[in-house]
């Protein structure tokens, strides 16, 4: 039995294949394993806003018979400050220090959201705040995105993938898309971890300066050229992240609308399925028919993170 002490990153999930076989297992019968989380108590934790996270999340626990709570930090808890060292006479009411392990006494396991600040790139990539629930909790964590992965997510495309796939070894583009707003990496480094972990032809296309952290995007191919990259697609993965390379870390370098996923441009792909994690701005990064389109799997990849929240958490209360 594959048991797990955190749930990071993909080399927590350990061997793919297995963690698959478990996903599909799951979703014949997801009532199976009812009793594994019977008085057992899941705490999510929100820094950030979210819909699917939070639904499929508590639903997988639901599911393994374990009872939920949900908290949203920035509403209704104390501010937190999450530095040491730092004189506490601001706006900032109690310490992670203190929160985090008597957030661990309530509970069994818990799910932890936090998004990258994308001011300070190294706070970021050291992942300073679900390192501290995994430090301080004294429970098994797990990532419901954090700030540089959201592995939650990238499970739940690789089981869509596998599910939609006809090719032994697919093309999957990740294409960068226009957002006004400065979106963190973590679900396109994320997306890159897994995709190169399952062996995919993989290839990720953006502008001149949205290149992502080399750790994540290594064995990657990367075409600058848009449309070059689209043709003989089999998936087409559109996201917006904010640059990562300094001196430009968490800016929003072009809004170019020529990058908008559009049906001219699923025209060059062989038939691609059109994938994106939701929440999606219709008409910045994709049009409306083509998300609207019957090779568009949004729905049944959002419905896949009930599935592969539930191999996790269940391998969490296995471990327990
Ligand atoms: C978030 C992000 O890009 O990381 C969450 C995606 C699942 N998206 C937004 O904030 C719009
Ligand atoms: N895809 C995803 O994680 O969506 P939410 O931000 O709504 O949870």
């Given at each position: 039995m594959q048991t797990m002490?955190?749930?990071?990153?993909?080399?927590?999930?350990?061997?793919?294949d297995k963690?698959?076989?478990?996903?599909?297992?799951?979703?014949?019968?997801?009532?199976?394993f009812t009793g594994l989380g019977r008085n057992k108590t899941l705490l999510m934790i929100f820094f950030n806003s979210s819909l699917r996270t939070r639904l499929s999340t508590q639903k997988a626990a639901m599911n393994?018979?374990?009872?939920?709570?949900?908290?949203?930090?920035n509403q209704g808890a104390w501010k937190l400050e999450t530095?040491?060292?730092?004189?506490?006479?601001?706006?900032?009411?109690?310490?992670l220090l203190e929160a985090i392990p008597v957030m661990g006494c309530y509970c069994d396991i818990i799910?932890?959201?936090?998004?990258?600040?994308?001011?300070?790139?190294?706070?970021?990539?050291?992942?300073?705040?679900?390192s501290q629930f995994i430090k301080y909790?004294?429970?098994?964590?797990?990532?419901m995105e954090a700030a540089t992965r959201h592995p939650l997510q990238s499970f739940a495309d690789l089981i869509t993938i596998e599910e939609y796939k006809t090719k032994e070894r697919p093309k999957v583009v990740m294409t960068w898309a226009p957002h006004p707003k400065a979106l963190p990496q973590a679900v396109p480094n994320s997306f890159a971890e897994w995709m190169i972990a399952a062996g995919y032809d993989f290839v990720i296309t953006h502008p001149h300066g949205y290149e992502l952290d080399p750790a994540f995007t290594r064995g990657a191919k990367i075409e600058y050229d848009q449309r070059k990259a689209f043709e003989g697609a089999d998936f087409i993965?559109?996201?917006?992240?904010?640059?990562?390379?300094?001196?430009?870390?968490?800016?929003?370098l072009s809004t170019d609308r020529d990058w908008t996923v559009d049906a001219?441009?699923?025209?060059?792909?062989?038939?691609?399925?059109f994938m994106h994690c939701l929440p999606v701005r219709r008409n910045m990064i994709v049009t409306d028919d083509v998300i609207e389109s019957d090779r568009s799997i949004v729905i049944p990849e959002a419905a896949n993170r009930e599935i592969s929240a539930q191999v996790v958490i269940k391998r969490l209360l296995e471990s327990l």
């Open positions: 002490k955190k749930f990071t990153c993909v080399e927590d999930i350990g061997a793919l963690a698959l076989a478990e996903a599909a297992l799951i979703k014949k019968d997801r009532f199976a393994l018979g374990m009872n939920v709570i949900v908290l949203d930090v530095e040491r060292g730092v004189i506490m006479d601001g706006d900032k009411a109690e310490h799910g932890v959201r936090s998004f990258a600040g994308l001011t300070n790139k190294k706070d970021d990539y050291e992942e300073k705040v679900i909790s004294g429970k098994p964590v797990f990532s993965y559109a996201k917006n992240w904010s640059a990562y390379a300094d001196p430009n870390y968490g800016k929003v001219g441009k699923m025209a060059l792909t062989d038939n691609a399925y």
